[in-house]
């Protein structure tokens, strides 16, 4: 492996693991509360799979970060501006139409970078993404159909799908915005460079809302701010407040 | 009931070399879906090596009341069972 700054490197795996902390626990809201029980048993899962996800990737966080620091830690005793998830993650689930295809936009980023992530010139990176891979395969496999039945469903699911798609679609372009950290990483062959994903990105998109029916907006807006944490949403000190406040208030709480 | 998903059964093969055995049902607007919420719903512990699903409507089942003709006449036939046949030593465990 090429010599990388190892704050860069630290900055990579928060980026990958406050991803999958956030998006887990926003995904863990509905457990309880999704429209027929056979989705929440699946949504539970996925928040678990991504939930486990994030200690893999946190846990190598705190080791290159090397102030001894855990998953937990890193997880549960940061604040709004020290998370680098992008602001997607992080938006309210809405209805159950706008939670997965909030959802399938992500599972689709996901399952292709996890693929690029298992030649990484970093080992452990390319077990994290090999172990990853088999789960974000079967998200969008499941969340890719959801978003099938719904858009092509009835008019109503159909219009539902189409506000999601609507509200979320901005958000989409944060995940592919390279800057130094990036660059950094694909020169080190660790990570490839976020930009040239896009392609297969929107092919794999494409193809899905085609056949949901369903039309990408019009505009290039992006939504930017999460990643190089410049500015998160109004929506992630709320979520953080519940997902923290246990060892917030009980410090080193175990149970 | 016409916005309800049909019912599914499930039948789940715990390891090769094992028959799928029913493990239980549960609702789905299409096969395929009904696969997925089966992996969700009846292999979260590692159950399972293949899924077999059927909606429910396409099994054909016996009926309780013919429960009498059906099952009473084997009761007394116990010479169906292999039970009074010598097996040799060399055999070993059958």
Known sequence: ?255 | MKNEWPLWEVFIRGQHGLAHRHVGSLHAPDAETAILNARDVYTRRNEGVSIWVVEAKHIAASSPSEKGPLFEPSESKIYRHPTFFDIPEEVGHM
């Not at chain 1, 295809?101 to 980023?109: G, I, V």
């Open chain 1, 1 to 255: 492996m090429a010599e990388v700054d190892k704050d860069k490197l630290y900055q990579f795996l928060l980026r990958m693991g406050d991803n999958t902390l956030i998006l887990g626990h926003r995904v863990s809201e509905w457990c309880g509360h999704s429209p027929v029980l056979e989705e929440d048993i699946a949504l539970a899962n996925t928040a678990l799979d991504l939930i486990g996800q994030t200690q893999m990737w946190l846990g190598y966080a705190g080791e290159v970060q090397g102030e001894g620091k855990s998953a937990d830690d890193l997880a549960f005793l940061r604040d709004a501006w020290d998370f680098r998830n992008v602001l997607l993650v992080e938006l309210p689930n809405g209805d159950f139409g706008r939670t997965m295809m909030r959802q399938f936009l992500y599972d689709a980023w996901s399952s292709i970078m996890l693929g690029h992530l298992q030649k990484s010139t970093d080992e452990r990176i390319a077990a994290i993404a090999a172990k990853a891979s088999k789960e974000a395969a079967y998200h969008v496999e499941r969340s890719s159909g959801t978003v099938v039945g719904l858009g092509d469903g009835t008019e109503e699911s159909h219009n539902r799908m189409q506000a999601a798609l609507d509200y979320l679609w901005p958000y989409v372009g944060e995940m592919f915005a390279s800057d130094e950290i990036d660059l950094a990483m694909a020169a080190a062959g660790i990570a490839p460079d976020p930009a040239n994903l896009r392609d297969e990105y929107d092919a794999l998109v494409g193809r899905v809302l085609d056949e949901a029916t369903l039309a990408i907006p019009a505009g290039n807006y992006v939504h930017k701010g999460g990643r190089d944490g410049r500015m998160h949403t109004e929506h992630l000190g709320h979520l953080l407040c519940e997902m923290q406040w246990l060892q917030r208030a009980y410090p080193g709480c175990e149970w």
